[in-house]
């Protein structure tokens, strides 16, 4: 499922969600948390905020994003991959 800012109408989408999110100093901010059954996506310090449950299809476990309305630039990007907390040793300290 893509992930899609539209400038013109400056506001992000994400399957049937959309929320509103001007630029802050011509620039939005976006940090997404994938989970097994949501995307929590917060948007410019979290002046926005939108939760979206969903199970991403077990063929295709990506997220895309993308833009329309004008040219745009990706500054960073950081992808952190989390240790799940259900698969946990039988036996001994976390590591």
Do not use: H
Not at 15 to 44: F, H, M, W
Not at 58 to 70: A, V
């Amino acid at each position: 499922m893509p992930l899609v800012y539209d400038v013109k109408e400056r506001q992000i989408a994400y399957r049937e969600c959309k929320a509103p999110l001007k630029p802050d100093q011509g620039a939005i901010r976006l940090e997404i948390l994938v989970d097994r059954t949501s995307v929590e996506i917060y948007g410019n310090g979290g002046r926005t905020y939108m939760p979206v449950g969903a199970i991403p299809p077990d063929d295709s476990p990506s997220l895309g994003i993308f833009t329309r309305g004008d040219d745009t630039r990706l500054k960073s990007l950081e992808v952190y991959e989390l240790r799940s907390a259900w698969d946990r040793p039988e036996s001994g300290p976390p590591e």
